[in-house]
Structures are given as structure tokens and as C-alpha cells.
């Protein structure tokens, strides 16, 4: 044990009229909802990245957070998995995720980084044999050293290329060898920050390439969890490729890859894509790409991708329907993507924010299921498309009429459509009764 967390006690469910702060009020994992346990639905993950890795800089400052294992040797990085535990411990989380840098410390050769992230990762092996945490997704960091500034798959040099290439493959078999059961790529640098260097078509040739290549591996060494691509319009590169959910499923079917990877959708950047995050969900179920979360919100002030813990139960509830309607995450989960501003300096700030974030879940999770289980809303957008039921409908849908005979069936039954209200606001206030 470290004396890191001290004093603070494990964080249980006490039931909404608790005034413990450090309490769940909402977040009961054992709970029934809609038949299955609230964690079932919900299946949060720690990122290792934003709590533990983070140091509290912007950029106009640096470091403000004190951390005793913020240092390069792998001693600092052993120090860091012990409070990384005791943290997953404290919160009874089920699941963390974690990029390789985060982790463990870069070394001067690839060999070197690859044997400091495998050395951490027995460590976990070791933790895990003691802990319930399981790994949601493992992911490799290819936007942080200098070496990627102009992208890692869709780097003008082959050699990059085949360094991104090298560093996934020991990720991926990390992953792989802790259970994990997803990995992720989001591509910070696979954009461009002018198109006056930079030749799209080629680049997105070479992305297929690279996916193509880490899902062939994937294969190869057994992994049976899903491959995700995070959608991400921009920031830190001007342009992102894995713009949105509609993006990458052009570019995945150009490529032949649809059935072979999902998405990673995040809150924050569905807002940064003009969409909203329930917009990205519906989307993605719809094009069979929904794979897993990315939970956060933005400050809708800044414009950026504020990473902040999600706090809005309205909107979390609409896109938990989406989730719920589509079936649910699967294997994915909800993974916080999200930190702690600079000035909360405390190891109980860590705490609050998870704590927060989960009850938000909570809450969404079981008023997106009084939506369902009441029915009213269901039976109005049923109604909606009622229409498509009928026999003629489905034979145009089938592609069973040609423009002719549909043209003559409008003709001979004098057909003259009346428009019906979208009830927009009346459907807004009736799910304003359950959120
Ligand atoms: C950054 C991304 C990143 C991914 C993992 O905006 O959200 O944190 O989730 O590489
Ligand atoms: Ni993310
Ligand atoms: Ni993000």
C-alpha cells in the first residue's frame, strides 16, 4: 500500500440521500435495469492517461499536480501502477484502459520502450491476479513524441510508418496477453496541418494499410476483442481524417474493412464535429459500427476538447437510449476519457470526478430505461413510420418498383400525401418527464 490515498475509504453505493460526498448516490452496480447489472450496462473504465499520467499543464503553464511517481525511471512507473490500483480498488472500478506511454517511460531504442511497457505490464498481470479491474481497451501513443509530428500511419516517411507499425504490435499483444477486450486507434496525427504538404489520397492508403495490418495481427495472435477506430474531426492536427462516425465508415468500406472494426465514439468530439454526442451514437448503431464509449463533455465555451467529467444526466440519457436500443456496448464500455481541471491538486479530486461521472451514468442509464419501459415514446416514432409497414411500401424499400410503376400506382389512386406534425416539442417534454 502507498500512502497516497490516505484516509480515504473505499467509495460504496449509499443511496440517493446520502450527504457522503465520496459515496455512490446512484451508481449501484448490482441493481437490475432492464434485466441486466447497472455495471453490465455501464462497464466503466479508469484511463490511465488523464489520472495518472496528466500533469496539470496548459499552455501557458506547466506541472501544477505533485506526483510522487511523475519521473522517467520504470521505479516511477511500478509507484504509479500501485496508486493506479489502490485508485481502482477505491472506486470498485471494473475496467481500466491505458496507452503504452502512459504507462511505462519511453527508452532511447524502440527494443527499449517495448521491454519498459511489457515490464509494467507484468506488474498488472501480478495486480490483477489480487483485483476484480480487467483491461477495456489498450491503445499505443503515436501523437507524442517528435517522431509522429506528421502523422505515424500516414507519415510522408515509410520509416515512421513502420515504427507506428512495430510499437502497436507490442501493444496489441499486450493487450491481447492482459485480456483486454478491445483496442483502440485514434489518430491524433493522421490528419494534416496544411494541405500544401500533404496528399490525401495517398495518406488515406496508407492508414487502410496500417488497420489492415494490425487487424491481420490481431487475427494471428487469437485477439477476439474488437479493433475501434475513435472518430475525431480535429486538435491536435488542423484536420483529422477518422473525422466522425459518417467519415470513417466511408473510408472502412472504401477499404473493405467495415466488418472488421467498430468505433470508439467520444462526447467531446462529436461536439468538436458539429454533431451531438446521441447524433454519433444513432449513427454508428445504425451502420452497425457501435463499439464503445469515450465518456466526457466539453466547455462548450472554448471550443476544445476540454476532457471534463460528464455532469449532464439529460443529455447523457439521450444517448444512453440510443445505446440501450441498439443492445447495448458488448464488449465495449463507457471509458471516462476525462480529468480532473489543473487546479484540483487533491488525490480526493481523483475520487470526486469518477464518483460524479458514474452517478451521471447511473442516473442516465435508468432514465433512458423509464423511456423504454414506459413505451409512449417507442409507440410515437413507431407511428411515425407506420407507413413503411404496408405492403406497397415495403415492396419500394425492397427495390421490388421501378420509378414507372410507382409513377402509375400515384397516378391511378390519386395519391395526394397530407403532412403530418413532427410533434417535435411535444416529444421534448415528454422525455423531459423521465430525465
Ligand atoms: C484524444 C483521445 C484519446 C484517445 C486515446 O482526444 O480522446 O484520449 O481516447 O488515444
Ligand atoms: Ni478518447
Ligand atoms: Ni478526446
Redesign the pocket.
Known amino acids: 500500500m502507498t500512502d497516497f490515498f490516505k484516509g480515504i475509504k473505499p467509495v460504496k453505493f449509499a443511496g440517493p440521500k446520502s450527504r457522503n460526498p465520496l459515496a455512490y448516490r446512484h451508481y449501484n452496480k448490482d441493481e437490475i435495469v432492464l434485466g441486466k447489472r447497472m455495471e453490465d450496462h455501464v462497464r466503466p473504465a479508469i484511463?490511465y492517461?488523464?489520472t495518472f499520467a496528466w500533469e496539470g499543464g496548459d499552455p501557458f503553464g506547466g506541472r501544477t499536480f505533485e506526483r510522487p511517481w511523475f519521473g522517467p525511471s520504470l521505479d516511477h512507473a511500478k509507484l504509479k501502477a500501485d496508486v493506479a490500483f489502490e485508485l481502482f480498488d477505491l472506486l470498485d472500478a471494473p475496467f481500466f484502459?491505458f496507452?503504452d506511454r502512459d504507462i511505462a517511460p519511453e527508452g532511447e531504442t524502440l527494443a527499449e520502450s517495448n521491454r519498459n511497457v511489457r515490464a509494467i505490464a507484468e506488474v498488472f498481470q501480478r495486480k490483477m491476479e489480487k483485483s476484480r479491474t480487467r483491461l477495456l481497451w489498450g491503445?499505443a501513443?503515436l501523437?507524442s513524441h517528435r517522431r509522429y509530428m506528421s502523422g505515424a500511419a500516414t507519415n510522408p516517411d515509410p520509416d515512421v510508418f513502420a515504427y507506428a507499425a512495430a510499437q502497436v504490435k507490442n501493444v496489441l499483444e499486450i493487450t491481447h496477453e492482459l485480456g483486454g477486450d478491445n483496442y483502440?486507434l485514434?489518430g491524433?496525427r493522421e490528419g494534416y496541418e496544411t494541405l500544401l504538404n500533404t496528399r490525401v489520397g495517398q495518406e488515406a492508403d496508407q492508414m487502410a494499410r496500417f488497420i489492415s495490418l494490425v487487424i491481420d495481427h490481431a487475427r494471428k495472435i487469437g485477439f477476439t476483442g474488437q479493433i475501434l477506430i475513435?472518430p475525431?474531426p480535429q486538435?491536435p492536427s488542423k484536420h483529422q481524417y477518422d473525422f466522425d462516425v459518417a467519415t470513417v465508415h466511408g473510408f472502412l468500406k472504401k477499404y473493405g474493412l467495415e466488418q472488421d472494426v467498430k468505433c470508439?465514439i467520444?462526447v467531446?468530439?462529436a461536439f468538436l464535429a458539429n454533431h451531438s454526442f446521441e447524433h454519433e451514437l444513432a449513427l454508428a448503431a445504425s451502420l452497425g459500427l457501435l463499439g464503445s464509449v469515450?465518456a466526457?463533455r466539453n466547455d462548450l465555451q472554448s471550443g476544445w476538447?476540454t476532457?471534463q467529467f460528464p455532469n449532464s444526466v439529460p443529455e447523457t440519457a439521450l444517448a444512453f437510449y440510443q445505446i440501450l436500443k441498439a443492445g447495448g456496448l458488448g464488449k465495449g464500455g463507457f471509458?471516462f476519457?476525462a480529468k480532473v481541471r489543473r487546479q484540483s491538486i487533491d488525490p480526493a479530486d481523483l475520487l470526486h470526478g469518477h464518483v460524479g461521472g458514474l452517478d451521471v451514468l447511473a442516473r442516465s442509464l435508468k432514465a433512458a430505461a423509464a423511456i423504454i419501459e414506459d413505451g409512449t415514446y417507442d409507440k410515437v416514432i413507431d407511428a411515425r413510420y407506420a407507413g413503411w409497414e404496408e405492403k406497397e411500401a415495403k415492396a419500394m424499400l425492397a427495390g421490388k418498383r421501378s420509378l414507372e410503376q410507382i409513377a402509375r400506382r400515384i397516378e391511378r389512386e390519386n395519391l395526394d400525401p397530407q403532412p403530418r406534425s413532427g410533434q417535435q416539442e411535444y416529444l421534448e417534454n415528454l422525455i423531459n418527464r423521465f430525465v
Open positions: 484511463a492517461w488523464h484502459c496507452h491503445t501513443n501523437f483502440v485514434w491524433g475513435e475525431k486538435e470508439n467520444e467531446g468530439h469515450d466526457n476538447d476532457d471509458n476519457d
